[in-house]
């Protein structure tokens, strides 16, 4: 069922995650079009014009590269939540 639009949270956390993650996505793009053009390019320099395998080579590095940068985010935003959520509960005592 969706989320109505009265029970989105209305704090500020919840939409600065919300842009940081946007903005992954954004970078995650820019990066895996930057080495793929980079290996397209590398292979058109090649005399026997292996443009399309440089291409595909290309991408997977920026595929991996973006995928070890996601993960290495998505530790760091749990820790912050985790450190919230413990700043939390000392308030409440």
């Known amino acids: 069922m969706a989320r109505r639009w009265k029970d ?8 600065r995650a919300a842009f940081r993650w946007m903005g992954v996505g954004f970078e995650f793009c820019l990066v895996i079009g930057f080495f ?4 397209y390019w590398l292979g058109k320099l090649d005399t026997q014009d292996t443009s399309t395998a440089g291409m595909i080579l290309g991408f ?6 973006m995928m070890y940068i996601i993960v290495k985010r998505a ?6 939540l985790d450190e919230d959520e413990g700043q ?3 308030d409440s005592q």
């Open 8 to 15: 989105q949270p209305t704090d500020a956390s919840f939409y």
């Open 75 to 80: 530790k760091l935003t749990e820790q912050e």
């Open 60 to 65: 997977f590095v920026g595929f991996a590269i």
């Open 88 to 90: 939390d509960d000392e």
């Open 36 to 39: 793929a053009f980079g290996g």
